[in-house]
């Protein structure tokens, strides 16, 4: 299995700033997706993150709104820009591949609960 | 689009056995996975299957026919633990990317 560390676990912002948050990953992955999970909602892909590309992001999401940086293989950010009281979910890090490769799962990350004021 | 549908509620007895149903219509199909997901916690890995048939694994067993684009859950002996939110979800490509389509959650009470 892998051990994904997301900060931070949660934070209460005010409309209008921008928020990062972090995974780490213990382990060398190829893919690193970054999902949203609204207040009694499932699981939405945001984008994946790709090492040495531009992150591919799924449709509703912009780079804009949603920048994400993948500098390596264990490593990645997502900035929920702008942020208004829309924004606030529940965001998670998932890795696949790699060492991983041939398992069948997608492991998550503990989530990042925002609240937007 | 894609299209993934699960029960929203499902209510249970302890000791009891029940199943959780997901019918999926994609543009493509890699497998399908349940995974688990307690209030407030990231979700966890149950099952997988690719090809069509019954996977067993201790308690929890998921079942596919790819042809009529079904798949369901069955847990045994239910425990109040097992109450949490079990999502159906789809993997589109192949590759050992697992990116996945969810279903919306099942949310399951067991009482006791």
């Known amino acids: 299995s892998a051990v994904i560390s997301q900060k931070p676990s949660r934070d209460i912002c005010q409309r209008g700033t921008s928020l990062t948050i972090q995974c780490q990953v213990d382990?060398?992955?190829?893919?690193m997706f970054w999902y949203r999970q609204q207040p009694g909602q499932s699981l939405t892909l945001i984008a994946t993150?790709?090492?040495?590309?531009?992150?591919?992001?799924e449709s509703g999401f912009v780079i804009d709104k949603f920048p994400i940086s993948r500098p390596n293989l264990t490593f990645s950010t997502l900035t929920v820009s702008n942020m208004s009281p829309e924004d606030s979910s529940i965001y998670l890090c998932?890795?696949?591949?790699?060492?991983?490769?041939?398992?069948?799962?997608?492991?998550f990350g503990e989530g990042s609960r925002l609240t937007v004021l | 689009g894609q299209n993934i549908d699960q029960p929203t509620e499902m209510t249970a007895t302890e000791g009891a056995i029940v199943q959780i149903n997901c019918t999926y219509q994609?543009?493509?199909?890699?497998?399908l996975f349940w995974y688990q997901q307690h209030a407030g916690e990231a979700p966890t890995f149950l099952s997988y299957?690719?090809?069509?048939g019954l996977e067993e694994k201790g308690r929890f067993s998921s079942f596919l026919s790819r042809s009529k684009g079904y798949s369901y859950l069955l847990l045994k002996e239910l425990q109040m633990k097992d109450s949490a939110s079990y999502l159906c979800?789809?993997?589109?490509?192949?590759?050992?990317?697992?990116?996945?389509?969810f279903g919306s959650g099942t949310q399951l009470t067991v009482l006791p």
């Open positions: 998932s890795v696949s591949g790699g060492a991983l490769a041939g398992t069948g799962e997608l492991f």
């Open positions: 382990s060398q992955v190829t893919m």
């Open positions: 993150a790709n090492q040495g590309s531009e992150a591919t992001y």
């Open positions: 994609t543009s493509g199909f890699n497998g």
């Open positions: 299957n690719v090809l069509d």
């Open positions: 979800a789809v993997s589109l490509f192949s590759g050992s990317a697992r990116q996945l389509t």
